[in-house]
């Protein structure tokens, strides 16, 4: 079997699709993407094709190694995000040439569900408290929130009381036992945020993400030190040298790799396994669409300290189009009592509706993020 083509699809409402062909008509999917940034990683994507393309397909490994180290220069958001989708096509064409779902190639399944939460509120949380309580009439056993606004380096108490207020709220409104995890998104910095994880203690939190920025993660040590919740952290990483110093310095209690932008199945298998050995837990990061999420939840299946899977059905980014639309087995992300099974299809598990894909990449999409100002003028978080 050789690789013949690689196709790119950018789809509403932020995504990127890719197709890999072989000449067997055995075809692969991956979902390649940095959100904002699309259009440049499918440059990238096409970029490192010209090493693909009469390549076999099944040779996962030492074309993850060749793609990587192969350029000299490596690493980041987008060559890793890059390397993330065609790795998954990869291993979506291994599985379905040989019958079998990837996490079966992996090792087999060591679980036959996983939790999985959903988001509430937005960008700026609102109205969350009745958001919470739909979510958990629907049968889930936890939820996310963005905890607060933009926020400055030092800013007021008015801020932190506004932020326990919001949470609050959601706890009252949903009582002791489910869990919330709430989301500083490298808002917080420093200095706030060691005030903010202890105010937010009394709610008894899933855990708190990004108390601060990746790249100022030396502050954990005194965040940590300010309150027992569990810290997550990890969409912002890209590999497992990226991880490395996070989990030997031993103040983070969640990753959150992303399989669509930290190297695919492939790096995240090992960047979990990794993170075993300092009893840490695994929580992918997945705000995107089916492709990753079918390829979360097979590392997921393998992986002894995943505990909770993030998914985006209904998130207030999915304003044009939701996960389910672009594929025919929907019932493959049927979630009960808080719980999604784990696909049991050949390759990632989902069929893919390629001719709603090309009918929705014609209309494609120029998502960015958002640009906030502090009221000073100055850039803000988001």
């Given at each position: 079997m050789k690789i013949t083509k690689l196709t790119t699809y950018i789809v509403p409402p932020?995504?990127?699709f890719l197709k890999i062909e072989t000449d067997e008509g055995v075809v692969g999917w991956g979902e390649p993407v940095v959100e904002g940034r699309a259009l440049t990683v499918e440059a990238a994507v096409h970029e490192l094709s010209d090493y693909l393309v009469g390549k076999d397909p099944f040779l996962i490994e030492d074309h993850?190694?060749?793609?990587y180290r192969g350029g000299f220069y490596r690493g980041g958001a987008i060559h890793m995000s890059a390397l993330a989708g065609i790795d998954q096509a990869l291993w979506d064409i291994k599985g379905k040439a040989l019958g079998q779902p990837v996490h079966s190639l992996l090792g087999g399944q060591c679980r036959d569900r996983i939790k999985v939460y959903s988001w509430i509120g937005g960008d700026r949380p609102s109205d969350v408290a009745n958001n919470a309580r739909e979510v958990?009439?629907?049968g889930f056993k936890a939820v996310k929130l963005n905890g607060c606004e933009e926020m400055q380096i030092v800013?007021?108490?008015?801020k932190i009381d506004k932020a326990v207020e919001t949470i609050g709220l959601i706890r009252d409104a949903i009582g002791p036992h489910i869990g919330?995890?709430?989301d500083f998104h490298g808002r917080v910095h420093r200095p706030m945020a060691k005030v903010l994880a202890k105010e937010l203690e009394q709610f008894?939190?899933?855990f708190i993400e990004e108390p601060v920025l990746s790249e100022n993660r030396e502050a954990l040590r005194e965040i940590a030190n300010h309150c027992s919740?569990?810290?997550a952290l990890g969409e912002r990483l890209y590999s497992r040298w990226d991880f490395k110093s996070v989990l030997s310095d031993g103040f983070v209690d969640i990753i959150q790799p992303d399989l669509s932008h930290a190297g695919g199945i492939t790096e995240c298998r090992k960047i979990a396994a990794m993170a075993e050995a300092y009893d840490v837990a695994l929580a992918p990061h997945c705000p995107l669409g089916p492709i990753a999420l079918a390829a979360c939840l097979q590392v997921d299946a393998v992986s002894y300290n995943a505990f909770i899977q993030e998914q985006s059905l209904g998130i207030h980014y999915n304003e044009a189009n939701d996960i389910l639309d672009y594929i025919s087995n929907k019932e493959v992300f049927a979630y009960e009592d808080g719980f999604v099974s784990i696909p049991q299809g050949p390759g990632l598990g989902i069929?893919?509706?390629?001719a709603y894909v090309m009918e929705r990449a014609k209309e494609g999409h120029r998502w960015r993020n958002p640009v906030w100002r502090h009221s000073d003028g100055s850039v803000a978080e988001w």
């Open positions: 932020r995504w990127l993850w190694n060749v793609l958990v009439a629907r800013d007021t108490n008015e919330i995890g709430v008894k939190l899933m919740t569990p810290i069929e893919v509706d390629e």
